[in-house]
């Protein structure tokens, strides 16, 4: 099993955050972790990822138990987080570089990864120069050029608005079926889950337990008005509002 | 050219007033000169070559300090924003030295170099130092917290995440410190000159002051004044040549 989570808990001081979480994620699968705000879906990727330590359990990647930050697991943060100081393609080329590959390979990797996305005419941009929906391409570009086992995104489009997250996500699902990576995608919109996901994990309220893993089977691309996507959606939303209510 | 013509409104219509107080002898010229005696004194000290002797003279010290500390506080300050071990060593001395005005270090620095170039540019060095110091290890303290990790989880070790990200990331607030403390190191400078130098633009003043030519004296706090304005606005556009995403949201 390519990602294994074992036992996984977290506390910050003494407040529990994550309680006893227990998942396994598949190769090349697009999986979803949905809970309400506060519930520790973020802590949790963050733990995937090397940036936190859990408190008691563990996580295996092929394996290997997880101790810090890695390029096998690439990050699509929330927040922008492209180097401003960096062109495009010199932000794409930033794990290749660090991999001390040289110039001229890293910069037809990255334009590669960039034609992906529609963006090598802006190769020579500055971040600045670019609307929120091409920095979130570029950050998903720039972690994929590494060539990572998994690819983490914490809300990576909440802060776009609807017409940009729906072509986004849309733009995802095509990477995805390129590059055949195994997804694991953070978000509290429900709706978002259901659009992209193979499976979609549950979450409590805080502490985040696991409540309930929905197989999706419906084809793709799907249809957002379609009677199977909205009862999926009205199930998965029923739960999540007594979530809520109960706290 | 509207810009240019804009910036000029202020100092024309300031040049106005003064010609006319002067020029009616509203105020009598012992305090404060005409337009005209400052262009005289500005020529007197041109042709003697004195003007340039005295601005070389505080120049050369102010290049001398201000790259030495410089070259010290930049590293240091970099350091003490980057490890919590660094900063609980060096912030008591820190704190302590820092509210010490640069000008209180003047008897040591005759003491230490005697008068001439070494005790000026020691003067400038302890001016400039604090605000390159505490702008460099502010400037990496408030580096993004997320880029750092952006970086981490592309695969940077440590030593990468601090020359490939920590370094660019406060390269502005760096170079903010360098013009910060050239303007006070400068000030230091001319300050120091009119106690203890025998050459340089502060003594070219307290000299004028001396034989009552205040005309010189205009001259010289003018130079002094344009030589700031030049050199902060050439740091200012290697900032826009350098850093172009500067003051820019991410």
Same mark, same amino acid.
């Given at each position: 099993m390519p990602l294994k989570i074992e036992g996984l808990s977290k506390k910050f001081k003494d407040r529990p955050?994550?309680?006893?979480i227990n998942l396994q994620v598949e190769d090349g699968e697009f999986l979803c972790i949905v809970g309400p705000s506060g519930c520790g879906k973020t802590t949790l990727l963050r733990i995937i990822a090397g940036l936190e330590k859990p408190t008691t359990g563990r996580i295996l990647a092929d394996g290997r138990p997880i101790k810090g930050p890695g390029a096998d697991r690439g990050f699509v943060f929330q927040q922008y987080t492209l180097f401003p100081w960096r062109t495009v393609l010199e932000n794409v080329t930033f794990g290749l570089e660090l991999k001390e590959l040289e110039k001229d390979e890293r910069e037809k990797i990255a334009i590669d990864y960039l034609k992906l996305v529609g963006l090598e005419d802006f190769k020579d941009a500055y971040p600045y120069e670019l609307s929120g929906g091409m920095k979130q391409r570029v950050a998903i570009v720039r972690a994929l050029a590494n060539n990572p086992r998994f690819l983490l995104m914490d809300?990576?489009?909440?802060?776009?608005d609807i017409q940009t997250r729906n072509l986004l996500q849309r733009e995802l699902l095509y990477i995805w079926d390129k590059t055949n990576e195994t997804i694991i995608f953070v978000t509290h919109n429900v709706d978002e889950a259901v659009f992209l996901a193979d499976r979609i994990v549950v979450l409590s309220a *805080?502490?985040? *337990?696991?409540l309930k893993i929905f197989k999706v089977e419906i084809d793709r691309i799907r249809d957002r008005l379609s009677k199977e996507f909205l009862t999926l959606r009205g199930e998965i939303l029923k739960i999540l509002e007594k979530e809520v209510k109960l706290r | 050219m509207k810009k240019f013509l804009e910036a000029l409104i202020i100092p024309v219509i300031l040049l106005i007033i003064w010609s006319m107080l002067t020029f009616t002898n509203l105020v009598p010229s012992y305090i404060l000169p005409s337009p005209y005696e400052v262009l005289i004194a500005f020529y007197n000290l041109l042709v003697t070559g004195e003007l340039f002797l005295h601005a070389m003279s505080t120049l050369s010290r102010v290049v001398a300090g201000f790259s030495a500390a410089a070259m010290i506080s930049i590293p240091l300050g970099i350091g003490i924003g980057w490890s919590k071990t660094l900063e609980r060593l060096f912030n008591p001395i820190i704190q302590i030295l820092? #509210?010490? #005005? #640069?000008? %209180?270090w003047v008897p040591f620095a005759l003491l230490w170099f005697g008068l001439g170039l070494k005790a000026e540019a020691f003067i400038i060095f302890i001016g400039s130092f604090f605000p390159i110091l505490l702008n460099s290890l502010d400037a990496v303290k408030g580096v993004e917290r997320v880029l750092i990790e952006a970086a981490c989880t592309l695969g940077a070790t440590e030593g990468q995440v601090l020359i490939k990200v920590v370094l660019p990331a406060s390269s502005p607030g760096i170079l903010l410190g360098l013009r910060v403390g050239f303007g006070i190191g400068f000030m230091c400078t001319v300050a120091a000159e009119m106690i203890a %130098?025998?050459?340089?633009l502060g003594y070219l003043i307290m000299e004028a002051m001396r034989l009552l030519d205040t005309g010189e004296v205009v001259v010289g706090m003018l130079t002094i004044g344009l030589i700031g304005f030049a050199i902060d606005y050439l740091l200012l556009k290697v900032e826009e040549r350098y850093i172009p995403w500067r003051g820019k949201t991410i």
């Open positions: 955050i994550l309680q006893d809300e990576p489009f909440a802060a776009l *805080r502490p985040g *337990r696991i | 820092r #509210p010490i #005005p #640069p000008l %209180a %130098a025998k050459s340089g």
